[in-house]
């Protein structure tokens, strides 16, 4: 005799399992952001001098921004690769995938000689290796979001799916948490030698504990109906090209400041705190970490209202708010009192969270389960690499141009303006329907 589960139990079941996709999401994406991050913190403060010495501090802080872009170029390549199969196969696979990929090539740069070890050797190497670790977080984001957003409840897509955006922060926090003892206890003799590379060959351990989470997720329901009802699609990405490249552009669009200013503010500033403002490392880590916290509540607070207003409504509302913040940003820093720095770090903090939030829930929206994987990949990494592998580039090239920070603010100005506009044409995303077989089963 067959038994059928009651109501009650088949809802706790479905919340479990939704809980269990949103840590699997959480852990697992900080812990590959923990990654990408501990490279960009390398180059503010010690990869030029190791990789690229007989230079001057400019050319060697720009040949060090420089490799860290070239994860953002890799980026694409890897959300496309992995979006074609995570819609095909199924995400769990390529979020294995994409974490194998970027725990090695961590690991394998905490192991790298440097220049003065085996010559112009080093800085190829290097720059192969941010180039998988481009490849493994293009892929994972896609589908970390993927697995939060079409397990959650109905009703709180936008809520669960800041997941996988809130580990993005909380990589930072780490990966800044492990720097900071290290900057403030090593002389720069020891830190310089060998003491940046603890953070990259820590990732070994932290892979381990997502690899173990990440093995125990399941495919959504949404998805394994997806694939019963019709057979998957032998390119999804020609199909996402062809038919919603409009959709990709400017969803690509809305997430150019979010990222660019992001990564300015994770990563030049550090530079340029101790280089023009005369700052120790270790106060600059300590304003960065501070002001992670209310990056994360920030994206949580849009997150959930999105599921109330709507993805797009509250995005408008923090997308202007990020405009106002950007203006602001660097005159308040550019004061050198640190509680003022700290004020404004707090605030452009949570609200890039604020733009952040919503992001998930709205990216997996606008495309069908068929094809969700290639499409919100691909437009997350058209803005990823257009806003934030050549922001802190740009930003110390401005600085080097026209010796004052007006300049940065103006490009910040100019990039959350795109955004805005980007957002601002992107229309409300319809609300996907379950799918019919998975109706007939419930």
């Keep these: ?211 173990w989470i990440r093995l125990g997720l399941e495919e959504s329901d949404e998805f394994t109906a997806s694939k019963s009802e019709a057979p998957a699609e032998s390119m999804p990405i020609l199909e996402v090209l062809t038919r919603h490249w409009k959709t990709v552009l400017l969803a690509g669009g809305t997430f150019i400041a979010t990222n660019g200013i992001a990564y300015a503010y994770m990563v030049y500033v550090l530079k340029y705190g101790e280089s023009e403002l005369g700052f120790s490392k270790t106060t600059m880590l300590f304003l960065l970490i501070a002001s992670c916290p209310f990056w994360m509540a920030g994206m949580a607070f849009s997150a959930h209202k999105s599921d109330t207003l709507g993805r797009r409504t509250v995005y408008i509302r923090s997308s202007i708010a990020l405009v106002v913040a950007a203006a602001v940003f660097f005159p308040l820093i550019d004061t050198a009192i640190v509680p003022v720095m700290l004020v404004s770090m707090i605030a452009l903090g949570f609200t890039l969270g604020c733009c952040a939030g919503p992001q998930a829930a709205l990216f997996a929206e606008l495309f069908p389960a068929h094809i969700r994987y290639s499409g919100a990949s691909l437009g997350y990494q058209i803005g990823a690499i257009l806003g934030g592998g050549l922001a802190p580039m740009i930003a110390t090239a401005l600085y080097a141009a026209f010796d004052t920070s007006f300049a940065i603010t103006v490009y910040f100005v100019i990039i959350a303006v795109i955004s805005l506009v980007s957002i601002l044409l992107l229309p409300e995303p319809q609300l996907i329907p379950k799918n019919t077989a998975a109706q007939k089963a419930s």
Aim: with cysteine; glycine share 14%.
């Design 1 to 211: 005799m067959t038994s059928i589960a009651s109501p009650t139990a088949t809802r706790t079941a479905a919340t479990v399992k939704a809980r269990k996709a949103a840590l699997g999401s959480f852990v697992g994406t900080a812990i590959e952001w923990y990654d990408f991050f501990i490279y960009g913190t390398a180059a503010a403060l010690v990869l030029g001098k190791q990789f690229f010495p007989g230079t001057s501090d400019l050319a060697g802080t720009l040949a060090a921004f420089a490799t860290l872009a070239v994860g953002f170029v890799a980026r694409p390549i890897g959300g496309i690769v992995m979006g074609h199969f995570g819609d095909r196969i199924g995400r769990k696979s390529m979020l294995v995938t994409s974490l194998m990929l970027m725990g090695c090539a961590t690991v394998a740069i905490g192991l790298l000689p440097n220049y003065a070890a085996i010559g112009v050797f080093a800085p190829i190497l290097l720059v192969t290796l941010r180039f998988v670790q481009g490849l493994g977080v293009g892929g994972e984001w896609g589908g970390a979001v993927l697995v939060a957003t079409e397990n959650a409840p109905e009703g709180k897509k936008g809520l669960y799916g800041s997941a996988p955006q809130i580990g993005v922060p909380a990589g930072v926090l780490v990966a800044n948490l492990v720097y900071l003892p290290l900057a403030a206890f090593m002389d720069d003799d020891a830190f310089n030698s060998w003491g940046w590379r603890i953070p990259f060959l820590l990732s070994a351990v932290l892979v381990g504990v997502a690899m």
